[in-house]
């Protein structure tokens, strides 16, 4: 999963449309337009964060100005997210928050399911849809637990890619009928579990995906004494696209190649256990964003299945994956953030290829399964946190000129009279060219430390001013492409990257930042995000946009006396269990909230990390480290460097401290 570059950023996004189709564009769901004293619509809102485009349908902004939630979806009912939070802080929950809507969760699986069976009518399939949750997607227990209980009328299993994530899944799987797939690697215990699972009752589904795994399969089954159910992951010829497409070919990290796929035949063959062969399965990799990919694999995956059932595999069951994506920037693209299908789509081109290869063959269909976690799960979880505080570029124009002004000040000053819409380009690089001349006379005695303040107040004068013209402009020349992000504001925001959006900082990955609430107020500053941490690359500077990646987001003038809260949408798939301890963050407070005809229900609040937690991570032992602060406050006392009113202040503060949330308190 490595970076993608600025320049394979912009090829990629050349291919999107300029706007979405008219029949695309979610209809607002704000309660009847907003016209602030500026002019600014709760519309403006709608169309500057997109949220039409990836909200739909369970996010909109109402008007009041605030971000609401709609957990059920287009099926009724919302919760004003702004109050919501208030609420919960009034609970003694502390920001930053996440808020994982159980609904969502239920609601993404029954559109998975209506799909499917939409399609399956649509082509006469004479065949089943059993979908599974990949665990590693999330590993939550509440959300696992919500997940499989929200499945039982689909009959929705899991998948584990791991034996952790397998004695995840046989413990809480119990859902008669539902399928448990085991992915990953594996050793003679993990497949010893698999086997004995069917003796439970499971459909434990063994994915042979190196070709070591088959002997492993055959020892074990003559050792229990029980047939196993056998599938072998393929790797196609297919390729993936964006950062995982390198999941499918060759020489993916996982699968058997055609060779070893027919080497795997032969040995279950000789083995007497052809029959348990009964699953094909492939992966091309996660957030596939163009459907034409979604429409090779299968065409390739279906002809190795029917072939498989030609050499006597007992074929039954065709699992497609992982891979479908959402749509992180609302543009419906085939940019790596978006998706130019819907889940409908995606269905129909799955049951309408494997049926016609299988008509051919005149075989019967498979049950179909799809291990689409990123889908189902990111949806359901909102990540709120405050501004603590913001940095400006210090643009506020100098006292005028006086009599004998170093000559270097009086050209700057010269520069920012001159600046319009004819010159602004020359006059930045005149701008420039003087504050560089002035950091240079500095270094060598010639400017005082005043007149370099001056002047480079003249120089970020001069950048504002510039900016406020190119702004107007339709076409920004190349060196003034950075000019909007140099100038932007920074925003310190209560998170950390690293912990809570780690797919931000690894791999670029956009999400859906915006204020939620103000929504009715025309957002006048332009900034990035700085987080907690002491990490230059804990910021966020990179957001969505319809026509490209933008490096600064809109945003309100913050007031330090008024809480400003942003939201952070769609980062329920991978985020919370990737997420690390960088400068000891630890996990965020977390509520699972569900819908009721009063309001809303917490089902669940799971407490973030306390200072003794993560230090217990990195081993060290709290009672310890009081004690170790007690005896050098003793020591001081005795050196009389310290009160004991000042010692006992100090060590209760330490031992509060302890057993507070890692994040920073309003």
């Known amino acids: 999963m490595g970076r993608v570059t600025k320049n394979e950023q912009l090829s990629e996004r050349k291919i999107k449309q300029t706007k979405p189709e008219a029949t695309e564009t979610p209809q607002s769901l704000s309660n009847g337009s907003h016209t602030t004293p500026s002019g600014w619509k709760i519309e403006d809102s709608e169309e500057l964060y ?174 229990l004494g029980i047939k196993p159910i056998v599938g072998v992951r393929g790797k196609l010829s297919s390729k993936g696209i964006g950062r995982w497409g390198t999941s499918a070919g060759d020489r993916a990290k996982f699968g058997l190649t055609v060779p070893e796929i027919l080497t795997t035949v032969d040995k279950l063959r000789a083995a007497d256990l052809l029959d348990s062969l009964q699953l094909l399965h492939y992966h091309i990799g996660s957030q596939i964003s163009s459907i034409a990919v979604v429409k090779d694999a299968i065409r390739e995956a279906s002809q190795i299945y029917v072939e498989l059932a030609k050499l006597g595999a007992s074929m039954k069951y065709m699992d497609v994956g992982g891979g479908l994506g959402v749509d992180y920037d609302g543009s419906k693209t085939n940019f790596y953030a978006s998706k130019n299908y819907n889940i409908q789509n995606y269905a129909n081109d799955i049951v309408a290829e494997i049926k016609e290869a299988c008509t051919e063959r005149n075989l019967p269909v498979p049950t179909l399964i799809s291990e689409s976690g990123r889908a189902i799960a990111s949806h359901q979880s909102v990540l709120v946190f405050d501004v603590l505080g913001t940095s400006d570029a210090p643009t506020s124009l100098p006292d005028p000129i006086q009599e004998g002004e170093h000559l270097i000040i009086r050209n700057l000053y010269e520069t920012y009279q001159s600046i319009s819409s004819e010159n602004y380009q020359e006059m930045f690089h005149d701008a420039t060219q003087f504050k560089e001349e002035a950091i240079s006379l500095f270094n060598f005695g010639y400017v005082s430390l005043p007149e370099r303040a001056k002047a480079e107040r003249l120089y970020w004068a001069c950048c504002e001013k510039i900016l406020g013209v190119v702004r107007q402009q339709e076409y920004v020349p190349d060196d003034l492409e950075d000019l909007e992000k140099i100038m932007a504001s920074i925003y310190y925001v209560n998170l950390s990257v690293f912990q809570s959006a780690p797919d931000s900082w690894a791999i670029d990955q956009l999400f859906p930042i915006m204020p939620i609430h103000r929504l009715d107020e025309e957002p006048t500053k332009r900034a990035t995000l700085a987080d907690l941490t002491c990490d230059s690359d ?109 010692s006992q202040l100090l060590l209760q503060n330490y031992e509060r401290s302890l057993s507070r949330y890692t994040y920073l308190s309003a």
């Open 538 to 646: 804990g910021k966020i500077d990179q957001f969505i946009d319809l026509y490209d990646v933008k490096h600064v987001l809109e945003l309100h003038s913050f007031d330090a006396d008024q809480p400003y809260y942003l939201g952070m949408f769609l980062n329920g798939a991978y985020q919370e269990i990737m997420g690390n301890l960088h400068n000891l963050f630890g996990d965020t407070n977390a509520v699972h909230i569900t819908l009721t005809p009063k309001g809303y229900h917490i089902d669940h609040v799971v407490k973030g990390d306390t200072m003794t937690e993560v230090l217990g991570y990195v081993q060290y032992d709290s009672e310890d480290l009081v004690e170790s602060i007690r005896q050098q406050t003793e020591h001081a006392l005795q050196e009389k460097r310290i009160t004991i009113q000042e």
């Open 50 to 223: 997109r949220i039409n485009g990836w909200g739909d349908p369970y996010f909109s902004i109402n008007a009041a100005g605030h971000v609401t939630v709609s957990p059920k979806g287009d099926r009724g009912g919302s919760l004003d997210l702004y109050e919501l939070v208030n609420a919960l802080k009034q609970r003694n929950l502390s920001l930053p928050l996440l808020i994982r809507f159980s609904d969502i969760l239920e609601d993404r699986i029954e559109r998975l399911n209506a799909a499917f069976s939409k399609a399956i009518a649509r082509y006469n399939y004479n065949g089943a849809y059993k979908g599974v949750f990949p665990v590693k997607c999330n590993q939550q227990r509440h959300l696992v637990e919500a997940l499989v209980r929200f499945g039982q009328p689909h009959q929705f299993g899991l998948e584990a890619g791991s034996k952790p994530e397998l004695m995840i899944a046989l413990a809480t799987l119990k859902t008669p009928g539902a399928l448990l797939i085991c992915n990953g690697y594996k050793d003679h215990e993990y497949i010893e579990m698999a086997i004995l699972a069917q003796q439970l009752g499971r459909t434990a589904i063994i994915v042979l995906e190196q070709i070591e795994e088959v002997d492993l399969i055959i020892e074990a089954s003559r050792k």
